[in-house]
């Protein structure tokens, strides 16, 4: 079987597309934005790595294997899509991206 693949932005280096495993972005952007807080002030990195290799299937992050590079790659596409956004303080916090109802 094929391994499937998925293309992910780089917010540091906007045109930079890479392909990654489809099933691991999955399931870290899935873990991911049940993590990252809708409004606020946010949460910082170190709070988001923490609360993250709980909800990591244990088949594709065995003891959180890889856990922290594969959250640097999903915040990174997920923050140069919009999806999510960079709160102005320090240390750095990430919120959900505020999105009308009707999605604009």
Known sequence: MANNKIEVQNLNHPGLIRSVDAAMYAAMRKAYLDVVPEGGT?????????RLPALLPEDLFPGAAKAN????????????????????????????????????
Do not use: F
């Open 69 to 104: 590079w594969w959250a640097k790659t999903v915040q990174l596409d997920l923050e140069a899509k919009g999806v999510i956004v960079r709160d102005t303080s320090s240390p750095l916090r990430l919120r959900k991206a505020w999105r009308s109802p009707s999605g604009t």
């Open 42 to 50: 946010g949460l910082t990195l170190d709070a988001i790595r923490a």
